[in-house]
């Protein structure tokens, strides 16, 4: 099996601080490195869309946060499908879209939820309220892709 550039960076990560691991072990190691960075991609996408909608057009933190998610969830799930998990092939594309966002939606309706506590309950600022909400679902996403895209 052919390394790409971040199995190939992990693996020499591992080596420098001898950490000796399963091949297993290593390719979840990598996996979790792509997901950060398409998850950081995406974030930053989300955010940007979301500060822009709320701060430029004074669109509602709620309702500027569904918009932002609609744009950033498209962006992840292509990146997902196609760098970070070996998916399902016993799966149709529709079926793994669908999985996908039925629980991209459970992810956003996790985050409207903190937003809303975060933001109207414990009165934290809404930028700072996102980036938490955002650390909390983040993991919620790599459990759920992990087990309904891969094989």
């Known amino acids: 099996m052919k390394k790409d550039n971040i199995s190939i960076f992990i693996n020499k990560l591992l080596k420098i601080l001898h950490i000796k691991v399963s091949e297993e072990k290593e390719k979840l190691f990598v996996q979790i490195f792509k997901f ?36 950033s969830v498209i962006y992840n799930y292509i990146a997902s499908v196609k760098w970070v998990f070996d998916v399902n092939t016993n799966k149709t594309k529709k079926r793994m879209f669908i999985e996908f966002m039925i629980f991209a939606v459970l992810g956003l309706i996790l985050t409207e939820i903190l937003l809303w506590l975060f933001i109207s309950v414990f009165n934290i600022d809404k930028m700072i309220s996102k980036i938490i909400a955002t650390a909390i679902v983040m993991v919620f996403n790599f459990i759920t892709r992990k087990i309904f895209l891969e094989k």
């Open 36 to 71: 950060v960075i398409v998850g950081g991609i995406a974030t930053i996408i989300d955010w940007f869309v979301y500060y822009i909608l709320y701060n430029m057009f004074n669109l509602n933190p709620l309702i500027a946060n569904i918009f932002s998610f609609i744009v």
